[in-house]
Every structure is written in C-alpha cells, then in structure tokens.
Nanobody, 118 residues
Framework: QVQFVESGGGLVQSGGSLTLSCVPSGDMIFQMYNMAWYRQAPGKQREVVASISTDGTTSYSDSVKGRFTISRTNANSTVQLQMKNLESADTAIYYC???????????WGQGTQVAVSS
C-alpha cells in the first residue's frame, strides 16, 4: 500500500523559512489526486494546512495564508510546502496525504518535524 514520505523539517528560529517535500513510497498515478499538507501540533488534532488540486488550484488555512506556498511537480510525483516567516505556532509534525484523508488511516507516513523557536 502506498504511503507518503515527508522530508525537510527541522529547527528554525521565528521568522525563518523551511521547504518540505513529499513523495509516495509506492506506485500511484500521482497526477490524478488532489494533495494536501496537514500538521499536528502537540496536544492538538491534525489539521489541513494547504491543498492543491490536480489542476494546480491552491487553498490555505487562514493561519498560514500569505506565508506558506504549496506546489506540485507531477513528473516526479512531488508535493512541496514552502514556509516563510515561521512562528512558534507552526511547530508541529507535518504530513502530506491525499485531500480528504483527515479522518482516514490510509496512506499516512511518519511526517516531518518542524520546530520554531521564539
């Protein structure tokens, strides 16, 4: 079964930047799926951060709008999340998955940890 593999997390200071990347671990027709980045902060529910449709239309949560940019490259089955002007509230484990999987157990990978120090 396909799982997603996230990378690029780390520890940054407030105001810093990071770019996360995600690829599927197995075969999937990547370009057929709307993709999303999710995050789960300590003690909180997993939430959707940003999404990108098959035609490239993007959507963002209010908390990251104007600071994060989601993109995809179908040729190498990659979805990225550029994060700028990071805040301590952005500290979380970040995951990518197909849109609509928030309540599902399917396809989730290990995520990548982002820690923002103030």
């Amino acid at each position: 079964q396909v799982q997603f593999v996230e990378s690029g997390g780390g520890l940054v200071q407030s105001g810093g930047s990071l770019t996360l990347s995600c690829v599927p671990s197995g075969d999937m027709i990547f370009q057929m799926y709307n993709m999303a980045w999710y995050r789960q902060a300590p003690g909180k529910q997993r939430e959707v951060v940003a999404s990108i449709s098959t035609d490239g239309t993007t959507s963002y949560s209010d908390s990251v709008k104007g600071r994060f940019t989601i993109s995809r490259t179908n040729a190498n089955s990659t979805v990225q999340l550029q994060m700028k002007n990071l805040e301590s509230a952005d500290t979380a484990i970040y995951y990518c998955n197909i849109v609509g999987q928030l309540k599902s157990t399917k396809y989730w990978g290990q995520g990548t940890q982002v820690a923002v120090s103030s």
